[in-house]
């Protein structure tokens, strides 16, 4: 197992969608191992495929709730039905949204209360989850990551615009940008 270097803003894998998974082989199980790893070196909550430069449509994700329940898990070839989005302004204490790919911020956006995701493992059996509240979010975080979009591209004023200005002060928003966890410390 290993690592992964995890792109960052501006890698063309992440703004453009990504292909269906074809063969459950060993690349694969090893490709989903390497996940696994990289999203709890980083530490994150979830991470997709075209963070780590590959252009396939699944995604890991891990995250403890309140009540101390694990949710953890690979969804290979997700679909996602979401509820329809507020339209009142996200709050910033409870909705505030993060990506390993624009490491080190954090920004309010309005997500959809309740998910249902529909996906295959790593056996190829395919599941749902019912989920709401902030396992819902890091689903739609990371479906998005399937159709080469990041959160940040959903901001609304006036964060979009401070998402840009950073990207701007950083040299992201083009091609070459990555960090490996454990060894950059991109928070500082
Ligand atoms: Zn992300």
């Known amino acids: 197992m290993a690592v992964l270097p995890i792109r960052i803003s501006g890698e063309p894998v992440l703004h ?3 292909a269906p998974v074809t063969e459950w082989d060993d690349d694969l199980r090893t490709l989903v191992a390497d996940m696994f790893e990289t999203m709890d070196a980083a530490p994150g909550v979830g991470l997709a495929g075209p963070q780590v430069g590959v252009p396939l449509r699944l995604f890991v994700y891990g995250w ?3 009540d101390e329940v694990l949710h ?3 969804a290979i070839n997700p679909e996602l039905f979401i509820t329809p989005t507020s339209t009142l302004p996200a709050d910033p204490d409870d909705e505030s949204e993060g990506c390993l790919s624009f490491p080190g911020e954090r920004f309010p956006l309005v997500r959809g209360a309740k998910a249902i995701l529909r996906a ?8 749902e989850i019912e ?3 902030w396992l819902a979010r890091i689903f ?3 479906f998005d990551h399937l159709e080469g979009r990041l959160y940040v591209d959903r901001l609304e004023r006036p964060f979009n615009r401070v998402a840009a200005k950073i990207a ?3 040299g992201w928003g083009e091609p070459g940008n990555a960090w490996l966890p454990g060894t950059d410390d991109l928070d500082a």
């Open 120 to 127: 295959t493992d790593l056996e190829g059996v395919q599941y």
């Open 16 to 18: 453009s969608p990504a």
């Open 140 to 142: 739609q975080h990371e």
């Open 72 to 74: 953890r898990g690979v």
């Open 131 to 133: 989920a709401d509240g």
């Open 168 to 170: 701007r002060k950083r």
């Open 64 to 66: 403890t709730d309140d």
